[in-house]
């Protein structure tokens, strides 16, 4: 459900409410049955939200909710978390993946958190995927935003800028090349996937005149793999716009904003997270809490159908892989 605050309840609501059919066929929502109550009274939508515990019949046309421990006993105000939201929203997350390694699920999709009410009820961890990644005790993620024109992954997420170089080693590039071919062929179904590898500096360093990131780490990372597949540095400016024009599947970007900048020009409305290295389907909107218009009857579900709608073919790709 993410944030109960945030626009999470509400897109969740807007979704099952257009799309009853094949796209939520058999989807549980995990979170708080009041606070989704809450918000599709606040819509004014006739639908019919109902409890769930697993071995239960799905009914057509309901929105199905397990409902966690933290039962929210006053109205959540919206735009407003706090520690309560916070323990509503780390144990959905909890029950979510206990779900799914039990085989009472095969996806998780998650709408938007609030990291700081996480970290007030008592989680250490700085986001969803740090505590996905905690919860099935894997070691190494990646972050890839996944849409119809353009894939992107990231070698580096969250951290300031001016420390993103010193972070950049041959070992952590190629790491991230590797687990973006293997999410290509397993995920997406693409045998021979083309990778475009991003530089750091501009021009891709013109051979050293403006940094040698390129030629230090990134280059020797890419000669790594087989120049079918894989090739780079390209510079920056323009490797977005001819992967998005078809010339490569994907490309992975040193820095948070290298990537995201031309990936939501392109995709804001229906790009998808995806979280690469875990042993179970993640995927999860492209956008934040957004806070200002939670209650304001204004959030667009698109990005959450897509999640949902890429969950189920990632899902279907990787059973026909072990079928094969």
Known sequence: MGCPAGIGPEIICRLFDREQGALTRNCIVVGDIHVLEQAAACLGLNLPIVSWIPGQALVTGTLPVRQVQTVRSEPVRWGQPDANTGRIMGQAVEMAVAMVTSGAGRAIVTCPISKKSLQQAGYPYPGHTEMLARLTSTQRVRMMMAGPRLKVVLVTIHVPLAQVSALLTQEEVEDCIAMTLAALQQDFALSAPRIAVAGLNPHSSEDGLFGDEEQRIIEPAVRAFSSDQVSGPWPPDTIFYKA??????????????????????????????????????????????????????????SSLMAALAAARTISANRQQEDRT
């Open 244 to 301: 998005a024009a078809g010339g490569f599947d994907a490309v992975v970007a040193m820095y948070h904003d290298q990537g995201l900048i031309p990936f939501k020009m392109l995709h804001f409305e229906d790009g998808v997270n995806v979280t690469l290295g875990l042993p179970l389907v993640r995927t999860s909107v492209d956008h934040g809490t957004a806070y200002d218009i939670a209650g304001c009857n204004r959030a667009d579900p």
